[in-house]
């Protein structure tokens, strides 16, 4: 069982290059299945989550050749089975994002349900009304939607809420509808525009993704295409994070600063100094760390999966933070890991009220969930002494090698096997 190890208290200085986005690159993978042509995505990040979606898409019949940061995807020899099951789907719930793109291709479609996660319920409601309305007939048995449409017919879907792969899911099944389809109240995460682009380089006609209306013109069949990821602005925040948490001055490659607008806004009233350096950004903090209040919020609000790492970098400013949760239903899990370093934090329904602390103590942590265990990783590399963070299979889910990357800014930090006799 790997751990992550980390003596804290140095500041970062350094260049960390930011890798291509793990929630891009996902529905991306999936909008594979819509063509049979052979695919590529390049700056695709090397993640567990990469490799799920693969042996996925290898069970759905596709060839798939990964060579990070490329990936290969063919249609195999043989029949497609436009089945995903449990055995998978379960490792990763964005496995739901397969079920669009096959009743399109397939006119069926058997996808087991993701199930709950750490950090919520997550259902999955939206995806299913929005295939309904393009004429797909579903079925919830035993655990699995099955949904069957000889041809899917394009129509208006309206969301309930903005749901990022609700959006990706219907986006992709409308592309090779039947006519035009119209999605409103979409979800406008940078994640949902570069699919757009990528459907549009596939022979469909999507116009509005990243706004909260979307239209697709459908085609009867789709090309494959070759594509170069974004950078992942969630990476890129963790690492400003973490300079804002140590100190430093740490210059970000590729960092996405256009898509990270809230968060730079955060940071900057926090007391770091954030500027664009060419294709590149600086992030810098010497002087004091003040204390700054985030509500989560659907893009192009503060993102939810930034609010663990801000909060483990509020642990240490001046004043009291008031960080409110308004995304998923239990994503704090983070703060009894803090509060055993020594952060000062009280939990009052979906809010954490932060009292920053003149300094955290290295422990051994169990991370429960990606950002989690990010959030636990930001606070070890300024905590005094040794932090141990376990369960870092989370972490490898969504950050690519960073512990190579934060020691290259000069953290004391290395990736550590437990002795098998020791509890995970
Ligand atoms: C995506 O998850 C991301 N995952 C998540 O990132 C991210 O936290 C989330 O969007 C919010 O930004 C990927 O893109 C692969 P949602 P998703 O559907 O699409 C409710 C990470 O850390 N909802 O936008 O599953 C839902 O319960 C991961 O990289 C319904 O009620 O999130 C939640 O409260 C974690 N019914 C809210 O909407 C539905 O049918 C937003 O969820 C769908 C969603």
């Known amino acids: 069982m790997d ?29 594979t299945l819509l063509s049979d042509g052979a695919s590529r995505l390049r700056n695709v990040p090397a993640l567990r989550d990469i490799e ?25 020899t043989g029949e497609a089975r436009p089945l995903a099951p449990y055995e998978l789907v379960r490792q990763m719930r964005a496995s739901v994002l397969v079920l669009g793109p096959l009743v399109a291709r397939y006119g069926r479609a058997k996808v087991s349900l993701p199930g709950g996660c750490a950090i919520g319920a997550r259902p999955i409601d939206q995806h299913l009304k929005g295939l309904e309305v393009l004429g797909a007939k579903i079925q919830v048995e035993h655990g699995y939607v099955v949904a069957e449409a000889p041809r899917l017919t394009g129509g208006e879907i309206v969301f309930d809420i903005p749901t990022v792969t609700g959006t990706e899911n219907l986006m992709m099944a409308a592309a090779l509808a039947r006519g035009r389809s119209t999605l409103v109240n979409c979800a406008r995460e ?18 509005g ?37 140590t100190g430093g001055d740490v210059l970000l490659e590729n960092a996405p600063l256009d898509d990270l607008e809230p968060v730079v806004a955060k940071l900057r009233r926090a007391g770091l100094t954030i500027e664009r350096e060419g294709e590149h950004t600086r992030v810098r903090r010497e002087g004091e760390l003040v204390a700054v209040d985030a509500t989560t919020a659907p893009h192009p609000g503060f ?9 483990a970098m509020m642990c240490l400013a001046r004043g009291r933070a008031v960080l409110t949760e308004t995304i998923f239903e239990n994503r704090f ?13 009280e939990i009052r329904h979906n809010t954490a009220f932060v009292e920053g602390v003149p300094r955290l103590t290295g422990a051994s942590v169990m991370a429960t969930d990606l950002r989690a265990s990010a959030s636990l990783v930001v606070a070890g590399l300024v905590a005094e002494g040794e ?15 960073i512990e190579q990357k934060l020691a290259g800014a000069g953290a004391a930090i290395e990736r550590i096997t437990l002795s098998p006799g020791t509890l995970p």
């Open 3 to 31: 751990a992550i190890q980390i003596r804290g208290g140095r500041p970062l200085r350094g260049t960390i290059r930011v890798s291509g986005a793990k929630n891009a690159a996902l529905p991306i993978l999936c909008a």
């Open 209 to 245: 993704a990243g706004t909260d209306v979307i239209h697709i013109e459908g085609r009867a069949e789709l090309d494959p295409f070759d594509h170069a990821v974004i950078s992942d602005r969630i990476e890129a925040g963790t690492f400003m994070a973490a300079v804002g948490a």
């Open 190 to 207: 940078p994640e949902v525009e570069e699919l757009g682009r990528v459907l549009n380089k596939m022979g469909a006609r999507v116009t």
């Open 303 to 311: 993102p939810t999966d930034m609010q663990a790492q801000f909060m």
């Open 52 to 76: 799920t979606t693969s042996a996925l898409l290898r069970f759905l019949g596709r060839d798939v050749q990964v060579a990070a940061p490329e990936v290969e995807v063919a249609v195999a």
């Open 333 to 345: 899990m983070h703060v009894p890991e803090l509060q055993r370093m020594g952060a000062n934090i």
């Open 387 to 401: 932090t141990v963070v376990r369960r870092v299979y989370h972490l490898d889910r969504g950050y690519e090698h």
